[in-house]
């Protein structure tokens, strides 16, 4: 059974620090990485996508990815309170190359 | 602006009285998905279509059946709704299969 793990938080990190979000992933074979943000009650929302090892930054946002230790994070600049949502973590590897989602962090930015 | 609609945005039913959501998208995708969400859950595949071809996943109940008449709409239909069926039914649509997906708003339903 293809997995992805998150830890489900609450993380809590005060405005203006950098949030770190991690997941890991159980099929060494993944190529594809999704970071989406949902806010409660609301659907989630495309943040970032990770193809190759390394980091890749957009904005306040940066996905960091390591095959060999089948780990992604999503590093959060500047948190603002407005970050405050569920991140869920996912991964190609379903029936027919579909998404495979973990379960979500959700982050707290206090004022 | 491209995008993924659903509608309605919030449902309520009765106990096995029949219901149909439905989702379109202005993306030209050919892959459409639906999504069963619970509270504090990840979301879970119930089928999507890659054009025309339909793919149901193995633990989706026969309660759930999909339509998608055309590229641009995709219809879930849930026959006999349980209580347990009350959930977030989220849309997705990808260019193709394992690429990035786009969401929609989502249907809330409750059922009574």
């Known amino acids: 059974q293809k997995e992805v793990e998150q830890n489900s938080g609450p993380l809590s990190v005060p405005e203006g620090a950098i949030a770190s979000l991690n997941c890991t992933y159980s099929d060494r074979g993944s190529q594809s990485f999704f970071w989406y943000r949902q806010y409660s009650g609301k659907s989630p929302e495309l943040i970032m996508f990770?193809?190759?090892?390394g980091d890749k930054e957009d904005g306040r946002f940066t996905a960091q990815l390591n095959k060999a230790s089948q780990y992604v994070s999503l590093l959060i600049r500047d948190s603002q309170p407005s970050d405050s949502a569920t991140y869920l973590c996912?991964?190609?590897?379903?029936?027919?190359?579909?998404?495979?989602f973990g379960k979500g962090t959700k982050l707290s930015v206090k004022p | 602006d491209a995008m993924v609609i659903q509608n309605p945005r919030y449902q309520v039913t009765q106990f096995g009285k029949p219901v149909t959501l439905s989702c379109s998208q202005t993306l030209n995708h050919n892959v459409m998905y639906w999504y069963q969400q619970k509270s504090s859950q990840a979301p879970k595949l119930l089928f999507h279509?890659?054009?025309?071809?339909?793919?149901n996943e193995a633990d989706t109940p026969d309660n759930f059946q999909s339509r998608r008449p055309n590229t641009s709409f995709c219809f879930l239909d849930i026959r006999s709704p349980g209580l347990g069926d009350a959930a977030m039914y989220l849309c997705a649509t990808s260019s193709q299969q394992g690429s990035e997906q786009y969401f929609g708003p989502g249907t809330r339903l409750t059922v009574t």
């Open positions: 990770i193809y190759s090892n």
């Open positions: 279509y890659y054009d025309k071809d339909f793919n």
């Open positions: 996912a991964t190609r590897g379903g029936s027919q190359g579909n998404l495979i």
